[in-house]
């Protein structure tokens, strides 16, 4: 069956870093673009960034963009986000899913993440 397993959250101050990685079986890896999406307190999913089935590919939102970047290990099966210049209102629970995001029926338990002075 599916499996989606994030890791790498945790609290932090404003400025500081984190890796988040996703682990991926049940789906042939390297041939479905793959997406971060996260959820902070009281407020509906967002979408953070994909990367291409090959890595070539890359894209953001507006707000992490220039901060956050998004890669893949696909001998691994591992997605990875390394996230700088942390800011409090990227505080959420990070989910990571294969394209396209929002029709998936599964989602893994997440990551939180916490950004705070």
């Known amino acids: 069956q599916v499996q989606l397993v994030e890791s790498g959250g945790g609290l932090v101050e404003p400025g500081s870093s984190l890796r988040l990685s996703c682990t991926v079986s049940?789906?042939?890896?390297?041939?479905?673009?793959m997406n971060w999406v996260r959820q902070a307190p009281g407020k509906g999913r967002e979408w953070v960034s994909d990367i291409s089935s090959t890595g070539v590919g890359t894209a953001y939102s507006d707000s992490v963009k220039g901060r956050f970047t998004i890669s893949r290990d696909n001998a691994k099966n591992t997605l990875y986000l390394q996230m700088n210049s942390l800011k409090p209102e990227d505080t959420a629970v990070y989910y990571c899913?294969?394209?396209?995001?929002?029709?998936?029926?599964?989602w893994g338990q997440g990551t939180q993440v916490t950004v705070s002075s």
């Open positions: 049940g789906f042939t890896f390297s041939s479905y673009t």
């Open positions: 899913m294969r394209s396209p995001w929002r029709q998936q029926n599964y």
